[in-house]
């Protein structure tokens, strides 16, 4: 026998609450600087509590059937970052954009790593004379560095000798290693 919900209005006002919640997470942490990763003394710092907070909300916007893809976390900290003094330099927009990076390249890899462990998971169970998982998974990640890289290089060659070319680099690396993050952590099979 299936429990229905007899208070139409306590689940509507419990779920507004926690949809307010999630959009008020990230506005909080605009305003908390002391939380930001290590960057040079005096610089800037990017404050990757602002993406951790935005991937919560995709999940509780998920839960709620609201769509809010994880891609609209990317750059956030950065964004941040370069609004404080001395982050719209070149140096500082490289800096901030370089320490998000960070970020998501230790996502990046978490999700590589767990990956490769369950590709050889599958390898162990795969029949005689199939091509290994873990080679694929390898030779994938590869060509994506070596895509990443000339993505980043023809994005750079579109300011021949301008100073703007470290910050489009490091803002390139940034989008592309995070989505790429993301993509890694979606083709994880979730646990049983």
Request: net charge negative.
């Amino acid at each position: 026998m299936a429990i229905t919900n007899t208070h139409p209005q306590k689940d509507w006002l419990q779920r507004s609450a926690r949809l307010m919640r999630a959009a008020l997470i990230p506005l909080c942490l605009l305003a908390s600087p002391a939380l930001a990763q290590d960057a040079a003394p005096g610089g800037p710092r990017a404050d990757t509590s602002l993406i951790e907070a935005c991937l919560e909300n995709v999940s509780i916007a998920a839960e709620d059937g609201a769509p809010f893809p994880p891609s609209n976390c990317i750059g956030l900290a950065a964004k941040a970052c370069m609004e404080q003094p001395d982050g719209s330099s070149t140096a500082g927009m490289v800096s901030c954009s370089t320490q998000e990076l960070e970020y998501w390249d230790k996502v990046l890899n978490t999700a590589y790593q767990e990956l490769v462990i369950q590709s050889k998971a599958v390898d162990a169970n795969a029949a005689e004379g199939q091509p290994k998982q873990a080679d694929r998974l390898r030779d994938m990640q590869r060509k994506w560095i070596a895509f990443r890289d000339a993505s980043c290089a023809w994005e750079i060659g579109q300011f021949p000798g301008g100073s703007i070319q470290g910050p489009v680099s490091a803002q390139c690396d940034l989008r592309l290693t995070a989505a790429q993050a993301l993509r890694l952590q979606d083709l994880r099979t979730p646990e049983r």
